[in-house]
């Protein structure tokens, strides 16, 4: 049973839909809202860990598991994502990887004063790249990752969940 | 460039069933160092990874790698947690030693110290060695992996 409250985002709705799509490793660098989603995914035998120590690596390492049939997701901060720029670019657009990153929102303020420069490029870093994207801020946002796995599949290429949901219901 | 590694890692990890021969270059796992922690973490027993070190960047004309003739990338391997690391300078020795480095479960690391060949032309006139797109080898190695049945 889920006891969060309506407005924020689960992280076992974030784990119901990322095993309904049958991903079977979760390529990720830890983040300031990620920590409860990584215990669910630690814990459950049917995904796999892969720890990177930069944003970039990912890229790389999802391509190879895709290429050999697997299906990864990355799991960022959009700190990590614009980092990893040339990486997205090189690995996953240019070899058409149908993969979904969820991307943790940092700065995210629903479009409010703003003060973090990160959450001010992220999304154009996004339209920059043609990288479409959906916005996830609570439960019932969750359909949208759907969408996205969806999408990517269909159109052969990286989709991005951006997370707005930081020190809520995603950090517990 | 930087990404070699990475994707030897995710294939191995795809496919544990197969041996993954990985050749990477010094350019660009100096790009990523830390991407061979996360390779040892996995610890992926099917990769057998080659370090192909020339010292320069070939394709660019040949400048030097920073610090090329300094870095032990063995060392580096086995101080991020790889169980096996080698380093050859001599071919005779590392002939000798392939059965022992592709007859154990890896992850391996083996550092070869190569002689560059430096093709110092613009890259309009380079030879091509490519008979392939990039898309298409992406696809003829999904269908010979039969990875497009399992996704």
Redesign the interface.
């Known amino acids: 049973m889920n006891d969060m409250p309506a407005n924020v985002l689960s992280p076992e709705t974030v784990l119901t839909q990322i095993k309904k799509h ?1 991903v ?2 979760v390529v990720y660098l830890p983040d300031s809202e990620t920590n409860f989603l990584y215990l669910l995914m630690k814990a459950d035998p049917a995904i ?1 860990l ?5 944003e ?17 997701l990355i799991l960022i901060q959009n700190t990590g994502m614009l980092e990893s720029g040339d ?1 997205i670019r ?2 996953l657009m ?3 990887v149908p993969i979904v990153l969820m991307v943790g929102y940092r700065g995210w303020t629903r479009h409010g004063v703003t003060t973090d420069t990160v959450a001010t490029y992220t999304e154009r870093f996004l339209m920059a790249f043609g990288l479409n994207y959906y916005l996830v801020e609570n439960d019932a946002d969750s359909s949208r990752i759907t969408v996205a796995f969806e999408e990517a599949e269909r159109t052969k290429r990286p989709v991005v969940v951006l997370v707005g949901d930081e020190y809520h219901g995603f950090n517990r | 460039m ?14 544990p069933d197969k041996k993954v021969m990985l050749f990477d270059s010094e350019g660009d796992i100096l790009m ?1 160092l ?2 061979l ?2 390779v040892a ?2 610890a992926p027993s099917n990769l057998y990874h080659f370090l192909i070190d020339n010292g320069v960047y070939a394709t660019t004309g040949g400048q030097p790698v920073p610090n090329a003739d300094n870095i032990q990338y063995d060392m580096i391997a086995r101080g991020c947690g790889y169980p096996r690391t080698y380093a050859f300078t001599e071919i005779g020795d590392f002939e000798r030693a392939l059965p022992e480095i592709m007859g154990k479960p890896g992850p391996v690391f083996t550092a070869c110290k190569v002689v560059p060949e430096i093709e110092n032309e613009p890259i309009g006139r380079r030879r091509r060695w490519q008979t392939r797109s ?2 298409q080898v ?1 696809v003829d ?2 269908r010979a ?7």
């Open positions: 049958g079977t490793h796999r892969v720890g990177v120590n930069r970039g690596h990912a890229s790389s390492i999802a391509t190879g598991l895709w290429l050999g049939g697997a299906k990864p990486s090189g690995w240019s070899l058409n | 930087g990404g070699h590694a990475g994707l030897g890692l995710g294939l191995a990890l795809a496919r990523s830390g991407i922690a996360t973490e996995q990039r898309d992406v190695l999904r992996l039969g990875s497009d049945a399992s996704s």
